[in-house]
């Protein structure tokens, strides 16, 4: 039996096939995503601002934007951070540039900033433990250009990140106002150096907890995350060292778990901490833990109860 050979497909048919283009708003809706994470990852596909993608929404999408979205937009509901995928996060009002080797920062940790900027002294020594990308201690030059501050960070990566955070948001005067160092909590300290107030984000998730396997944190480095069975002993590290290089009547501040305060507290009254209290962050969790070194009795800069009035 011999079979005809197929026809010769009429001109155009191939091209007809194609879905017809989808315009912005066709793209947000038919995503999947929240509508202000598509936003988010339409404008960073486009280069276009956001007012522009709602003045143009029902306009036609070309097929590489689309593609681009569509990519992003797979990764997002995959579970990869809206944060890495565009690039940064928004810290006290500062854009911060931001990748997988650093921690994404987080609402809650801008309290130390605020303990921070009323209870250091002018032009006091100030040591950021862990600096990520730079959130803190830049934060920190921002609201106060009179504190000289030093941050350190293990992670190389991690500074190359926080320096240009400084340098994109804190201008010409980057360059004198932030002591980067590389090296692991106290190895960064000199022998006998000296701080009005050292803060620290620590890791301080416990290893084997179920959360580092869900959501965001599948995606951030674990060596920022998790710190052994109980996730304190980076913590354990920080408070044991920290006597040796506070000025009397300095502060150490922790940011840690909502279940660890009282393990913080306990801590830092067996290092001779006094003054030793915990702050809620704005969900009424516990969330940083702070203590004066070797206070003498009528030492002036005691804290107010910040959260408690």
């Given at each position: 039996?011999?079979?005809?050979?197929?026809?010769?497909?009429?001109?155009?048919?191939?091209?007809?096939?194609?879905?017809?283009?989808?315009?912005?708003?066709?793209?947000?809706?038919?995503?999947?995503?929240?509508?202000?994470?598509?936003?988010?990852?339409?404008?960073?596909?486009?280069?276009?601002?956001?007012?522009?993608?709602?003045?143009?929404?029902?306009?036609?999408?070309?097929?590489?934007?689309?593609?681009?979205?569509?990519d992003l937009a797979a990764r997002r509901r995959a579970g990869e951070p809206i944060a890495y995928l565009t690039g940064y996060r928004?810290?006290?009002?500062?854009?911060?540039?931001?990748?997988?080797?650093?921690?994404?920062?987080?609402?809650?940790?801008?309290?130390?900033?605020?303990?921070?900027?009323?209870?250091?002294?002018?032009?006091?020594?100030?040591?950021?433990?862990?600096?990520?990308?730079?959130?803190?201690?830049?934060?920190?030059?921002?609201?106060?250009?009179?504190?000289?501050?030093?941050?350190?960070?293990?992670?190389?990566?991690?500074?190359?990140?926080?320096?240009?955070?400084?340098?994109?948001?804190?201008?010409?005067?980057?360059?004198?106002?932030?002591d980067w160092r590389e090296g692991s909590w106290w190895a960064v300290a000199g022998a006998g150096e000296r701080f009005q107030v050292?803060?620290?984000?620590?890791?301080?998730?416990?290893?084997?907890?179920?959360?580092?396997?869900?959501?965001?944190?599948?995606?951030?480095?674990?060596?920022?995350?998790?710190?052994?069975?109980?996730?304190?002993?980076?913590?354990?590290?920080?408070?044991?060292?920290?006597?040796?290089?506070?000025?009397?009547?300095?502060?150490?501040?922790?940011?840690?778990?909502?279940?660890?305060?009282?393990?913080?507290?306990?801590?830092?009254?067996?290092?001779?901490?006094?003054?030793?209290?915990?702050?809620?962050?704005?969900?009424?969790?516990?969330?940083?833990?702070?203590?004066?070194?070797?206070?003498?009795?009528?030492?002036?800069?005691?804290?107010?109860?910040p959260g408690l009035e």
């Open positions: 039996m011999s079979i005809a050979p197929d026809a010769p497909s009429p001109p155009g048919d191939a091209q007809d096939a194609r879905p017809p283009a989808r315009s912005f708003d066709q793209l947000i809706a038919g995503c999947g995503l929240p509508r202000l994470e598509a936003r988010a990852l339409l404008t960073l596909a486009t280069g276009r601002p956001r007012e522009w993608l709602i003045a143009h929404g029902d306009e036609a999408v070309d097929a590489a934007v689309a593609d681009r979205f569509d928004e810290f006290r009002d500062l854009r911060f540039e931001v990748s997988p080797a650093v921690l994404i920062p987080r609402p809650e940790t801008e309290g130390l900033v605020d303990l921070i900027g009323e209870l250091a002294p002018p032009a006091a020594r100030v040591l950021d433990l862990g600096t990520g990308s730079g959130a803190i201690a830049v934060a920190l030059a921002h609201a106060r250009p009179d504190l000289r501050l030093v941050a350190s960070d293990r992670s190389a990566a991690a500074l190359a990140i926080a320096r240009r955070n400084a340098a994109a948001l804190l201008g010409p005067r980057a360059g004198g106002t932030i050292i803060v620290s984000n620590p890791p301080y998730i416990a290893e084997r907890d179920a959360h580092l396997t869900r959501g965001d944190l599948r995606f951030e480095p674990r060596q920022a995350l998790a710190a052994g069975t109980d996730g304190l002993d980076d913590l354990r590290r920080i408070v044991a060292g920290a006597p040796a290089h506070l000025t009397e009547g300095g502060w150490l501040l922790l940011e840690h778990g909502w279940d660890q305060a009282g393990a913080v507290r306990a801590l830092m009254d067996d290092a001779g901490f006094t003054d030793v209290r915990t702050v809620p962050d704005a969900q009424h969790h516990d969330r940083i833990t702070l203590g004066m070194a070797h206070a003498r009795a009528g030492d002036g800069g005691r804290l107010p109860d």
